[in-house]
T-cell receptor
Framework: KAGVTQTPRYLIKTRGQQVTLSCSPI?????VSWYQQTPGQGLQFLFE???????NKGNFPGRFSGRQFSNSRSEMNVSTLELGDSALYLC?????????????FGPGTRLTVL | GENVEQHPSTLSVQEGDSAVIKCTYS??????FPWYKQELGKRPQLIID?????GEKKDQRIAVTLNKTAKHFSLHITETQPEDSAVYFC??????????FGTGTRLKVLA
């Protein structure tokens, strides 16, 4: 099976702009989670989607949003970008997101905000 | 709130020695504990996991132990090799649909 894929891999934006990142899960996986990784804060959970519904959300401002499509692909959007949004954004998929399901990560999108 | 503490933040060992990374979680409902290895510039990769009905699991040079009473779990790497150098993350997953990551341990294996 193909692994989790993310596009684009690199992105440079300026403050105030918005950005959309895409994640395609492993075939058959219906749960997609998003994480922000920064050197200072480690891996921070953003949100998780299952069957087009957001089931859980981390402690991020409303500028961060996401959605999931019927084919389980997911997008996340960040509006009004700030310098502090520069990070590696990782998505991960699992079969159902159940309590013992294993998550598999994509390669990430590195976002730089200037 | 849910929290996972991970120690140490950095660890240097001589090639061939053992390395131990320890984590403590707060959510008593946590029942799945995977460990991820992240090499520089790469995605986190699952290296081993343990479920709450098991106290210990071993896979070649890697082992994980779990003490549910104390809410502790640990990763043990024996006979370390230079390719073991990476950042290691412990994770606790419970009743909610999110993984709670530890802050990571940067392991350096010195040749």
């Amino acid at each position: 099976k193909a692994g989790v894929t993310q596009t684009p891999r690199y992105l440079i934006k300026t403050r105030g702009q918005q950005v959309t990142l895409s994640c395609s899960p492993i075939s058959g996986h219906r749960s997609v989670s998003w994480y922000q990784q920064t050197p200072g804060q480690g891996l921070q959970f953003l949100f998780e989607y299952f069957s087009e519904t957001q089931r859980n959300k981390g402690n991020f401002p409303g500028r961060f949003s996401g959605r999931q499509f019927s084919n389980s692909r997911s997008e996340m959007n960040v509006s009004t970008l700030e310098l502090g949004d520069s990070a590696l954004y990782l998505c991960a998929s699992s079969f159902r997101g159940g309590s013992t399901d294993t998550q598999y990560f994509g390669p990430g999108t590195r976002l730089t905000v200037l | 709130g849910e929290n996972v503490e991970q120690h140490p933040s950095t660890l240097s060992v001589q090639e061939g020695d053992s390395a131990v990374i320890k984590c403590t979680y707060s959510d008593s409902a946590s029942n799945y504990f995977p460990w991820y290895k992240q090499e520089l510039g790469k995605r986190p990769q699952l290296i081993i996991d343990i479920r709450s009905n098991v106290g210990e699991k071993k896979d070649q040079r890697i082992a994980v132990t779990l003490n549910k009473t104390a809410k502790h779990f640990s990763l043990h790497i024996t006979e370390t090799q230079p390719e073991d150098s990476a950042v290691y993350f412990c994770v606790a997953k419970g009743g909610t649909y999110k993984y709670i990551f530890g802050t990571g341990t940067r392991l350096k294996v010195l040749a």
